[in-house]
């Protein structure tokens, strides 16, 4: 009994250590995961419901000759938003260069739902 448990505890922490970089996002019966591109996800989950650019690391300088405050960005990203409604969340997902690199939720989602088979 004793070695049956040590073996489930041995199996729960390699699936939990294996499975930390392996997620999807469901859109009705397909999924989208890191590496797909900005089409692949458009074709599998359709338009979101809003989209965002913005920079990460974002610094600020100042150009001496025309003394105009200037940004420079260290990496441009796009966030697109998609609200699977009221039972669900709201979804956000982040490319650079135009390849899904993130998946995450920032909240409950609200009203009807904009996502495929949701």
């Keep these: 009994m004793m070695l ?3 073996c489930l505890i ?3 922490i ?3 250590f294996t499975s930390v970089d392996s997620w ?3 859109c009705g019966s397909g999924l989208v995961s890191g590496g797909d ?3 692949q996800v458009l074709v599998t ?3 979101p419901t809003s989209k965002e650019k ?6 600020g300088y100042r150009t001496i000759v025309k003394k105009k405050k200037t940004n420079k960005c260290d990496n441009k990203v796009e966030r697109w938003y998609y ?4 039972m669900d969340f709201i979804y956000v997902l982040t490319f650079e260069n135009g390849i899904l690199k993130n998946e995450t939720t920032e909240g409950r989602g609200k009203g009807k739902s904009d996502c495929r088979g949701k």
């Design 37 to 39: 591109t900005k089409t």
């Design 24 to 26: 999807a996002f469901r």
């Design 83 to 86: 609200n699977c409604g009221d």
């Design 4 to 6: 049956a448990v040590k």
């Design 54 to 59: 913005a920079y990460e690391n974002q610094r």
């Design 45 to 47: 989950c359709g338009k």
């Design 14 to 16: 390699f699936i939990f």
């Design 10 to 12: 041995v199996f729960i």
